[in-house]
């Protein structure tokens, strides 16, 4: 599975971005899916997963209420919809496929490369 993100880019606090991240590979409607970011200096932390069918999803604390997860299996694309930006929302944002473990493991088998967001004040 290769995973490809994109979307990132400089917004100011307030604004609004969505990532995407295309999948190839003939599994992607069997996997779940997952966003993780790393800020400056900051390990990475998970962000927002969604199952399968996208009838399920979780998200962090932090995202809650203002980021939303999604996909389009017949795409082969998950996305997260950024809203009502912060500066520590300021990252490199990865996209994440087929978990491994329990629904709440935060373990999953491939990576894509990231893509920067960076929000300003």
């Known amino acids: 599975v290769q995973l490809q993100a994109s979307g990132g880019g400089l917004v100011q606090a307030g604004g609004s971005l969505r990532l995407s991240c295309a999948a190839s590979?003939?599994?992607?409607?069997?996997?779940?899916m997952g966003w993780f970011r790393q800020g400056p200096g900051k390990e990475r932390e998970f962000v927002a997963q969604i199952a399968p069918r996208g009838d399920t999803t979780l998200y962090a604390d932090s995202v809650k209420g203002r980021f939303t997860i999604s996909r389009d299996n017949a795409k082969n694309t998950v996305y997260l919809q950024m809203n009502s930006l912060k500066p520590e929302d300021t990252a490199v944002y990865y996209c994440?496929?087929?978990?491994?473990?329990?629904?709440?493991?935060?373990?999953?088998?491939?990576w894509g490369q990231g893509t920067q967001v960076t929000v300003s004040s």
């Open positions: 590979g003939r599994t992607f409607s069997f996997s779940t």
């Open positions: 994440a496929a087929e978990l491994i473990g329990s629904w709440i493991s935060q373990n999953y088998n491939y």
